[in-house]
T-cell receptor, first 112, second 114 residues
Framework: ETGVTQTPRHLVMGMTNKKSLKCEQHLGHNAMYWYKQSAKKPLELMFV???????ENNSVPSRFSPECPNSSHLFLHLHTLQPEDSALYLC???????????FGPGTRLTVL | AQSVTQLDSHVSVSEGTPVLLRCNYS??????LFWYVQHPNKGLQLLLKYTSAATLVKGINGFEAEFKKSETSFHLTKPSAHMSDAAEYFC????????????FGQGTTLQVKP
C-alpha cells in the first residue's frame, strides 16, 4: 500500500449505531487531518493531529471522536450521528505543517 | 482575514481547447497556494503548489498556474483540455504555515466536451 488509505470506502449506519473510520498513511508523515466534504460546501477541517497530539478541534460535535494511536494511523469514532452528518470524510497527512497535504480516497458515509 | 474565492462554479470547454479556472485570494501573510483536483468518488490530488519561489508554477498533467500578487490571483491554466481532465478543482490557501489549516475554495467543476 502506498499513500493514504481509508476504510471502509462506503458506510451506511443508523442514528443509534457506533462505527469507526480508519485512515492509514504510508508516507512517514507526522501530521494527520480529518475533513468533512458535504455537497455544495467547501471542505471543512475537523481535526488536526501533530505527533499524535490533537492540535485542532474545529468546533466539531462530540458525536465525532478522533483517535491517533501512532503517527501512521488515525481513527474517527462515530456515535449517535444525525442525517446531516452524511458526507464524504477525507483523511490527509503531511510532513509538519509546512508541506502540502496528501489525501486519502475518503469514506462515503450515509446516516439513515 | 484569509479567504479563497473561485470565480466560476462550473466551466465547460471542448476537448483540445484551453482551460482557465480562476482563483482569487486574500491573506495577511505571504501565502502558500495550491490547486487540487478531485475525480468522482476519489480523494484530492495535488496538481501544483506555490510557495514564494517562481511565480509561474508547473504541475502535473500539463497544468500550470501563475501567482500574481498585484491581482491577488492564482489562476489555473492548461493549453489543451483532455477528456480525463473532467473533475472538480479546488484552489487552496495556506495563510498561516504553523497550523496546518488550509482554506479551500468552493470548487470549480470542469466539464470537457468531445
Amino acid at each position: 500500500e502506498t499513500g493514504v488509505t481509508q476504510t471502509p470506502r462506503h458506510l451506511v449506519m443508523g442514528m443509534t449505531n457506533k462505527k469507526s473510520l480508519k485512515c492509514e498513511q504510508h508516507l512517514g508523515h507526522n501530521a494527520m487531518y480529518w475533513y468533512k466534504q458535504s455537497a455544495k460546501k467547501p471542505l471543512e477541517l475537523m481535526f488536526v493531529y501533530s505527533l499524535e497530539e490533537r492540535v485542532e478541534n474545529n468546533s466539531v460535535p462530540s458525536r465525532f471522536s478522533p483517535e491517533c494511536p501512532n503517527s501512521s494511523h488515525l481513527f474517527l469514532h462515530l456515535h449517535t450521528l444525525q442525517p446531516e452528518d452524511s458526507a464524504l470524510y477525507l483523511c490527509a497527512s503531511s510532513q509538519d505543517f509546512l508541506r502540502e497535504q496528501f489525501f486519502g480516497p475518503g469514506t462515503r458515509l450515509t446516516v439513515l | 482575514a484569509q479567504s479563497v474565492t473561485q470565480l466560476d462554479s462550473h466551466v465547460s470547454v471542448s476537448e483540445g481547447t484551453p482551460v482557465l479556472l480562476r482563483c482569487n485570494y486574500s491573506s495577511s501573510y505571504s501565502p502558500s497556494l495550491f490547486w487540487y483536483v478531485q475525480h468522482p468518488n476519489k480523494g484530492l490530488q495535488l496538481l501544483l503548489k506555490y510557495t514564494s519561489a517562481a511565480t509561474l508554477v508547473k504541475g502535473i498533467n500539463g497544468f500550470e498556474a501563475e501567482f500574481k500578487k498585484s491581482e491577488t490571483s492564482f489562476h489555473l491554466t492548461k493549453p489543451s483540455a483532455h477528456m480525463s481532465d473532467a473533475a472538480e478543482y479546488f484552489c487552496v490557501l495556506d495563510g498561516s504555515s504553523n497550523t496546518g489549516k488550509l482554506i479551500f475554495g468552493q470548487g470549480t467543476t470542469l466539464q470537457v466536451k468531445p
